[in-house]
């Protein structure tokens, strides 16, 4: 399985971004895809995942009414639309995909892109 994330950027506090994630390969063998976030100095953390039949979605409680996560199953590609960008959002954002739930584990990445919210 092969992960193409694009759409980073830099942004104004309170804009949007949309992110782009489109998976390619043995996708018969993914369940769930989901973004990761890293910042600068931390650890990598789940940001949301959305199951491959898109009846159930997993979002931490910082990103919660910001963020959405969507996919278009045509072109097998998951989108993160974040509205209300904060700087603390600021991070290189990797998607992933897995063959189990939205809590992972997750085999699959994509190369990073970077996200920064800043004025």
């Known amino acids: 399985v092969l992960l193409q994330a694009s759409g980073g950027g830099l942004v104004q506090p309170g804009g949007s971004l949309r992110l782009s994630c489109a998976a390619s390969?043995?996708?018969?063998?993914?369940?769930?895809m989901g973004w990761f976030r890293q910042a600068p100095g931390k650890e990598r953390e789940f940001v949301v995942a959305?199951?491959?039949?898109?009846?159930?979605?997993l979002y931490v409680d910082s990103v919660k009414g910001r963020f959405t996560i969507s996919k278009d199953n045509v072109k097998n590609t998951v989108y993160l639309q974040m509205n209300s960008l904060k700087p603390e959002d600021t991070a290189v954002y990797y998607c992933a995909a897995g063959a189990f739930g939205p809590r992972g584990p997750y085999a699959y990445w994509g190369q990073g892109t970077q996200v920064t919210v800043s004025s």
């Open positions: 959305i199951t491959w039949s898109g009846d159930s979605t």
């Open positions: 390969g043995s996708i018969f063998s993914i369940n769930v």
